[in-house]
């Protein structure tokens, strides 16, 4: 259920946005979808191998190949500016953080990557530094090859191997860009989970996420600017800002497979990454989400709502706000998916349900409404 505090005073200054801190989705989708369109009129270079692509895939968060006995699912992703958060975390506390950046940068890809039903098997690497001198910190880069492994561990695959440049003059000095990509297989090829089968009454299980993840660290880092103590300003006894906005991100693989080893095959999935509790809207039919139940806003995320002075529809569309993966089950199977969640060590609840009618998000204990305008992706 929703615990949130009353609202603590806002910082000084004019609300802040995310377009203010240098991301706008509405200039950066476009292109997105236009690079979608083209790719699609490469699927026929698949028949040469004798292969095929789901075509029901594209657009989704991992593209999927009919194989014949089973299906092939990729991704890659980047981690995004959370980096410079561990690097000045580091100049703050003299330690590094990057065992937790580097479950961050392998979450991406791994809770991309099973939203389609897919088993990860193997993860590759992309750490792309500013200079030959990053790899010289002994101790930020052990940290970041043992995060690698043990997040590999976690999920049960393969690192394959990897890519490190130094590319002076397109990352700055002293800097580094983090990227994995990963492959699975969906089999047997029941487990697909593309959305065909929602429909209307299934139940929505939302996944509890750990913080901010690694989406919204543009705002987080502009709001620290304003604070008077920076990443040290304190947000609960004992929690500094900084340290709370480098919570590794869950990794939700261990959840769904589990459901899978419990017979139950979500209708849908959807990752809560970039645009928030919208990304609840990507299933490309038309139907109405009820969200009746909200899960715990971390304390971080409500500290960044108010200090940035965000209102609800700025912070859940922009924000995870509590929910990090939503799961779209029968409705007889929800409880069920709630329990082995919890049994693989995430929280999760019944938010919600799937209905028939207008293509809209409805956050009814925040009267919020997002329409089918909201999320732009195909």
């Known amino acids: 259920m929703d615990s949130r505090p009353s609202p603590a005073p806002a910082a000084p200054g004019a609300p802040l946005s995310y377009e203010q801190s240098g991301v706008v989705y509405e200039l950066i989708d476009p292109l997105k979808v236009a690079a979608q369109r083209a790719a699609a009129a490469t699927a026929v270079n698949l028949a040469a191998h004798g292969f095929s692509e789901v075509k029901a895939s594209r657009g989704e968060s991992a593209y999927v190949v009919d194989v014949g006995p089973f299906y092939l699912a990729s991704i890659v992703e980047c981690l995004g500016s959370k980096a410079l958060v561990a690097d000045e975390m580091q100049r703050l506390t003299g330690h590094s953080w990057y065992a937790g950046i580097a479950q961050d940068t392998i979450a991406m890809a791994i809770n991309d990557l099973v939203t389609v039903g897919a088993t990860p098997l193997v993860v590759q690497a992309y750490w792309a530094a500013g200079g030959s001198e990053w790899f010289t910190d002994a101790e930020r880069a052990g940290t970041l090859v043992a995060g690698w492994k043990a997040a590999c561990d976690t999920c049960g695959v393969a690192w394959g191997g990897g890519e490190t440049p130094a590319l002076a003059g397109i990352v700055a000095e002293g800097r580094i860009d983090l990227a994995a990509s990963c492959t699975g297989i969906v089999s047997p090829k029941t487990r ?36 008077p103590q920076g990443y040290l300003t304190p947000i609960a006894p004992g929690l500094a800002y900084g340290e709370a906005l480098l919570a590794p991100t869950p ?35 038309s139907f109405t989400y009820r969200i009746e139940r909200l899960p715990e806003v971390p304390a971080v995320l409500q500290f960044i709502q108010q200090q940035a002075q965000m209102s609800d529809e700025d912070a859940y569309g922009t924000l995870n706000m509590g929910a990090g993966f939503a799961i779209f089950v029968a409705a007889a199977d929800a409880e069920r998916t709630v329990e082995v969640a919890r049994q693989a060590g995430v929280a999760a609840l019944v938010a919600g349900r799937v209905e028939a009618g207008a293509k809209q998000l409805l956050i009814e204990p925040l009267g919020l409404v997002f329409g089918s305008d909201a999320l732009q992706l195909r």
């Open 251 to 285: 990794l939700y693989s261990p959840v769904t497979e589990a459901l899978a080893r419990a017979g139950i095959t979500p209708h849908y999935c959807a990752n809560i990454t970039g645009h928030g509790w919208r990304k609840l809207l990507r299933h490309p039919g």
């Open 192 to 227: 697909l989970s593309l959305g065909d089968a929602l429909v209307p009454g299934d139940a929505i299980v939302l996944l509890a996420a750990s913080g901010i993840h690694a989406n919204g660290l543009s705002l987080a880092r502009k709001l620290a600017e304003r604070l």
